[in-house]
Nanobody, 127 residues
Framework: QVQLVESGGGLVQAGGSLRLSCAAS????????MGWFRQAPGKEREFVGT????????GYADSVKGRFTISRDNAKNTVYLQMNSLKPEDTAVYYC????????????????????WGQGTQVTVSS
């Protein structure tokens, strides 16, 4: 069992930045690859990005590539999502999620591949 708690959401103007954090507790953090997803009102949950257990390999959705960066600090059991050049269309509830690590880096984009989820944090980007 892994418990995930996101923080860092808020209201920001277009072009601004936010950093989301996701603190994990429970099972060994390095046993898991981590992902970030988002869900806007009336839309399905959308893949944002993922990072492998070591923090070396990452993968991103095309919509955020070059603007968002995922990192993790295994000593702190925390994964981060740095969001720059934010756009109004980035407005959503952002969720972190965990899935068992794999021997090779695979970018898992489907929410069904992730076993544990946080409660989400709201990000609102004003124009």
């Amino acid at each position: 069992q892994v418990q995930l708690v996101e923080s860092g959401g808020g209201l920001v103007q277009a072009g601004g930045s936010l950093r989301l954090s996701c603190a994990a507790s429970g099972r060994t953090f390095v046993s898991y690859a981590m992902g970030w997803f988002r869900q806007a009102p009336g839309k399905e949950r959308e893949f944002v990005g993922t990072i492998d257990w070591s923090g070396v390999y990452t993968g991103y959705a095309d919509s955020v590539k070059g603007r968002f960066t995922i990192s993790r600090d295994n000593a702190k059991n925390t994964v981060y999502l740095q969001m720059n050049s934010l756009k109004p269309e980035d407005t959503a509830v952002y969720y972190c999620a965990a899935r068992p690590r794999e021997d090779t880096m695979v970018v898992r984009t489907s929410p069904s591949r992730y076993d544990y989820w946080g409660q989400g944090t709201q990000v609102t980007v004003s124009s």
